[in-house]
């Protein structure tokens, strides 16, 4: 069985490693994004979480974000402040289609509603198409689109009942 746990300095080479592994997919990671000075800032916050199989590996990983340039955008409804971000949401090539980044994102839920928060959100590059066919059957609208970084994002929000 799978568990879900919060990450620690133990686990930083690993997800440095499992995001390498995606540079070239559909998120557009390169070699400066996501780094170890992400990780760690992930760490420091206590917003960074890892699925782990039974031998131990980290499968998945996903952060509860903090990144003021988007919590300003316009697009997020102002009746379901305050909210969180999730970011950095990645499953192991082996290990994809197979519900694990819902199971993820249903987890930092929970901990965002432990929180006080009322919604979620969460920028997609338009061609994840995977992403984008995941985020609405956990019920995201999209609200929105942005240049951000010197990419187009569509932004989705879900409230957090």
């Known amino acids: 069985t799978n ?6 300095d133990n686990d930083k080479a690993e997800i440095l490693a499992l995001y390498r592994s995606m540079i070239g997919g559909k998120a557009d990671w390169n070699e400066n994004y996501p780094s170890m000075e992400t990780i760690e800032f992930d760490l420091s916050r206590d917003a960074l979480f890892v699925m782990k199989n039974d031998a131990g590996e980290i499968i998945a990983c996903i952060s509860i974000d903090e990144d003021e340039e988007i919590s300003k955008l316009e697009c997020w409804s102002a009746d379901l402040q305050p909210s969180g971000e999730l970011s950095r949401i990645c499953v192991r090539k082996d290990m994809q289609n197979r519900g694990i980044a819902r199971i993820m994102m249903k987890h930092t839920f929970e901990i965002l509603r432990q929180q006080g928060m009322k919604s979620v959100h969460i920028l997609v590059r338009p061609e994840h ?9 956990l019920d995201f609208v999209k609200v929105g689109e942005c240049e951000l970084f010197g990419k187009s994002f569509y932004c989705f929000e879900k409230e957090l009942s």
């Open 129 to 137: 198409k995977i992403a984008l066919k995941s985020y609405s059957h």
């Open 3 to 8: 568990r879900i746990e919060l990450a620690t």
